[in-house]
């Protein structure tokens, strides 16, 4: 039987009942001292799907797609999937029923040479993945990067672009209609703002949004007013809002918190599919400037060889912990 995705101490590593914060996901066997981000299930809950990234300060460095089994009593250690492991590839999302999964990619085109984000897409036939392909105009150009595709039932995709202007990227939505993609249209205010807002998901019935946003990458570091921040240099850290759609319309986005939000950032939001859960990543760690307190060189030798080291991890907490209406996603 899959873990039940919403209760049990096997498949999410549950905070104890009452306990509605974030909590570190498969603890050691998917968020571990290294490079964690993003994370989906599969619709059954036997699969957990996430971004495994290198250390290194090089760009693009090499993102790996992954995928975790449950075995009935525990996640498996990862395996990369078999079209992922040359490029930077970002964390995927599936489909709300499997069978399409979405990602971003440094890969190119076999028709073109512009090194540029797209968008990807592969079919899932079976237990089998095919070969991924670039998701076609007017979603993905030559000029402009794409990233963070998210989709509802009805094939409608929310994604981030630069698209308006290079370097400042915005949330856009574009209906799938007679198998096609209309052009895309930016969200209002209510979502997208002066800074940088990107990786939205969606829920499957068009009702939730959750998205990332950061502040300006140099002086005067301006950002929103409640994004978190703390000592040392105020480099353009990502927050996680939320936004609910009411009468056709989004309300103005809610900064989180009980804990999701950090000083370090956070990324990749998207719900279980049970709708009960919202998973996402954080570089949080006990690294802040200053230190509360003086560590000699055996505490730093632990924190930096910890799980909590800086690098993404995977955390999960409560959808009702958010203020949000338990809808039910199935």
Known sequence: MPPTLHAGPHSFELL?????????????????????????FSPDGREFYFAQMNPTTTFPRVGLLCVSHWNGKSWSPPEALPFSGKYLDFPPRLSPDGKTMYFASSRLPVDSK???????????????WGEPVPVPAPINSD????WGASVTT?????????????GHPQIYRSRFVNGAYEP???LGPEINSDFNDSDPY?????SLLFFVSAGEGGPPFRHRPDTLTGGGFPYARGDIYMSERVNGRWTPAMHLERGVNSV????TPALTPDGKQLIFSSERSPFVIPMPKRIDMTEFEKLVHSILNGHGNIY???VQALGVTDRGMQ
């Not at 104890?16 to 989906?40: C, R, W």
């Not at 009805?154 to 630069?162: I, K, N, P, R």
């Not at 370090?264 to 990324?267: K, L, P, Q, V």
């Open 202 to 206: 969606i829920s499957p019935d068009e």
């Open 154 to 166: 009805d094939g409608t995709m929310y994604f981030a672009s630069d698209r308006e202007e290079p």
């Open 264 to 267: 370090a950032d956070e990324g």
């Open 114 to 128: 512009a090194h540029v984000l797209r968008i990807w897409r592969v079919n899932r036939t079976g237990d089998n």
């Open 184 to 186: 895309p249209e930016k």
């Open 143 to 146: 000029d402009r990067w794409n």
């Open 16 to 40: 104890p009942t009452g306990e509605d914060a974030p909590h570190l996901f498969a603890k050691g066997v998917i968020s571990t001292p290294g490079d964690e981000a993003g994370g989906v």
């Open 316 to 318: 999960s907490i409560p």
